[in-house]
């Protein structure tokens, strides 16, 4: 199942708008590293925002209708922190960047500097993110030198080979002695 992370209405006026694209499932909208010098405004679709990291890409999220995506750059003028692909066919609307800085010269210096910082720390929770998730990925999949795995992935291997009951009891046990109240599961747990 895809998660769509909630995005309120934004009011675009037409004034703003540059122009109005099309894709197709699977094109490509934003690709990491690149120059941004656009925003997007999502009218319809899905897209998945995603960063690189060494030989696989890790999804961030997914958005969809009245999301923005790409403003960062316009922001904070770095280069785009992740890839942004179409998963469902839609339509953007863009803001170029002549546009947005028309908008943002009308604010104070406090907001636009609060804007700064916001996506700042964006990208800085990003890269956590990232790192979370590739540090939890090789202590799964470690394997030593002389072939053995390591203490989590042999655990990982052992609830594979559990069955249904086994987890379940397993999972009853933890709730008791945490105090967590609660049906119990068999569910894998992820690393």
Not at 128 to 136: D, H, K, P, Q, T
Not at 152 to 169: F, Q, T, Y
């Given at each position: 199942?895809i998660?769509?992370?909630?995005?309120?209405?934004?009011?675009?006026?037409?004034?703003?708008?540059?122009?109005?694209?099309?894709?197709?499932?699977?094109?490509?909208?934003?690709?990491?590293?690149?120059?941004?010098?656009?925003?997007?405004?999502?009218?319809?679709?899905?897209?998945?925002?995603?960063?690189?990291?060494?030989?696989?890409?890790?999804?961030?999220?997914?958005?969809?209708?009245?999301?923005?995506?790409?403003?960062?750059?316009l922001i904070?003028?770095?280069?785009r922190?992740?890839?942004?692909?179409?998963?469902?066919?839609?339509?953007?609307?863009?803001?170029?960047?002549?546009?947005?800085?028309?908008?943002?010269?009308?604010?104070?210096?406090?907001?636009?500097?609060?804007?700064?910082?916001?996506?700042?720390k964006?990208?800085?929770?990003?890269?956590?993110?990232?790192?979370?998730?590739?540090?939890?990925?090789?202590?799964?999949?470690?394997?030593?030198v002389?072939?053995?795995?390591?203490?989590?992935?042999?655990?990982?291997?052992?609830?594979?080979?559990?069955?249904?009951?086994?987890?379940?009891?397993?999972?009853?046990?933890?709730s008791?002695?945490?105090?967590?109240?609660?049906?119990?599961?068999?569910?894998?747990?992820?690393?």
């Open positions: 199942m998660r769509v992370a909630a995005v309120r209405e934004v009011p675009v006026k037409i004034d703003i708008v540059f122009d109005r694209r099309t894709l197709r499932e699977g094109e490509v909208l934003i690709r990491e590293g690149d120059l941004g010098d656009v925003a997007f405004f999502i009218q319809s679709g899905l897209f998945e925002v995603s960063k690189r990291d060494r030989d696989r890409s890790v999804i961030l999220t997914h958005l969809g209708k009245n999301a923005i995506v790409g403003e960062m750059a904070d003028n770095h280069r922190s992740a890839t942004v692909r179409c998963v469902k066919a839609g339509t953007v609307v863009t803001l170029d960047r002549v546009k947005f800085e028309e908008r943002m010269s009308n604010l104070d210096k406090f907001t636009r500097a609060l804007l700064e910082m916001f996506s700042s964006l990208r800085i929770l990003n890269e956590e993110f990232l790192n979370a998730v590739r540090s939890r990925t090789d202590a799964a999949d470690v394997i030593t002389d072939g053995s795995k390591t203490g989590l992935a042999r655990l990982m291997d052992a609830w594979s080979d559990a069955s249904e009951e086994d987890r379940r009891m397993f999972w009853q046990t933890v008791m002695i945490s105090g967590e109240s609660g049906t119990a599961t068999s569910e894998r747990p992820t690393p």
